[in-house]
C-alpha cells in the first residue's frame, strides 16, 4: 500500500503561520487514502471551529482568514450550503396559562460527532505512538481503534459545565505525560494515565481555541468507568422538532485548569 509523510497538526488546520519553523509538529507515515481522508476532516474542521472561535474578533488577519474558509467551504451535513451558512434558526416556545412567549434562536455552523472522532482518533494515535515508542522512525506503536474512545466534544461558550468540571476533578491527581500548546495556543492536547493501568488513560483535545474533545484509553470493557455517574446536562427539546437547547457555562479564564499539569517523564507500557 502506498504511503506518504503526513503532519499531525495539518498547517491549514491551525491559523497561517502560528505553527513557524520550530514548534511542536511532527511527520508520520501514513497510506495516501488515510492521508487524503484527514486532510479532507481537517479542511472541514478547520472551517468550522476557526468560524466559531472567539479569538477572530480580536485579530483582524484571523477574521479574514476564518470568513474566507468558511466561503469556501461546503457543511457536510447542509446540502449545497457553505459554512458561513449554515447557522440554523429555532422557533423556542415558553409560557404559561398566564402568558405565553415566543422567541427566535441562532445556533452556529455544528461540527459533524463523525468527523470530530475522526480526527480526535487521529491526533490521539499519533501523540501515543510517539510517546511509547522507543524509536518512531523505526516502530511505532499503534492502538487499535477500538481501544481510542471519544466522549464528547464542548464549544467554548460550554466548558464551564459540570459534566466538564466534574471529569476534570476525576483526572486531576493522574500523572501527566504530555501536555501539548502549539500554534500559538491553536492546538492543545493533554494525556494523563490514572495510576491502576487497568483503568487506562484520559485525554483531551483543544482546536482553534473554539472547540474541546474529551475521552479514554482503555480495553473497551473499561473505557466506560472514568465516565460513569457525571452530572446529567439539561436539554429541551425545539418545539418543531429540529434540535434540542441548553443554558450553556462559560469557564472564567482565571478558573480553566484542564491543561494545567506538569509532565512526569513516561517509563510503562
Known amino acids: 500500500m502506498k504511503s506518504n509523510k503526513e503532519h499531525l497538526i495539518g498547517r491549514e488546520f491551525v491559523p497561517s503561520g502560528s505553527l513557524g519553523a520550530t514548534g511542536f509538529n511532527f511527520h508520520f507515515r501514513v497510506c495516501c487514502q488515510c492521508n487524503v481522508e484527514k486532510s479532507d476532516a481537517e479542511g472541514l474542521i478547520s472551517s468550522i471551529t476557526l468560524f466559531n472561535t472567539p479569538a477572530r474578533f480580536n485579530d483582524p488577519q484571523l477574521n479574514s482568514l476564518a470568513k474566507r474558509k468558511a466561503a469556501g467551504a461546503y457543511h457536510p451535513d447542509e446540502k449545497d450550503t457553505l459554512v458561513k451558512d449554515a447557522s ?29 472522532s475522526f480526527l480526535a482518533y487521529k491526533h490521539i494515535q499519533g501523540l501515543f505512538s510517539l510517546m511509547t515508542s522507543s524509536d518512531p522512525r523505526e516502530k511505532t506503536r499503534l ?67 473554539s472547540l474541546r474533545v474529551i475521552g479514554a484509553i482503555a480495553q473497551p470493557q473499561l473505557i466506560p468507568q472514568l465516565f460513569r455517574d457525571l452530572p446529567e446536562l439539561h436539554w429541551t427539546p425545539f418545539p418543531d422538532g429540529s434540535g434540542r437547547f ?24
Open 88 to 116: 440554523a434558526n429555532h422557533l423556542v416556545e415558553f409560557g404559561n396559562n398566564a402568558f405565553q412567549m415566543r422567541c427566535n434562536l441562532t445556533s452556529p455552523p455544528r461540527l459533524p460527532a463523525r468527523l470530530v
Open 246 to 269: 441548553r443554558e450553556e457555562v462559560r469557564m472564567p479564564e482565571e478558573q480553566d485548569t484542564l491543561f494545567d499539569a506538569e509532565v512526569v517523564g513516561f517509563t510503562g507500557s
Open 143 to 209: 492502538l487499535p481503534h477500538e481501544n481510542i474512545h471519544v466522549f464528547d466534544y464542548y464549544n467554548y461558550l460550554d466548558w464551564g459545565n459540570t459534566q466538564l468540571a466534574e471529569v476534570n476533578a476525576r483526572v486531576r491527581s493522574w500523572p501527566c505525560y504530555a501536555n501539548i500548546c502549539a500554534a500559538e495556543g491553536y492546538f492543545r492536547a493533554l494525556l494523563r494515565r490514572c495510576v491502576d493501568s487497568q483503568v487506562g488513560w484520559f485525554w483531551a483535545l483543544e482546536w482553534n481555541r
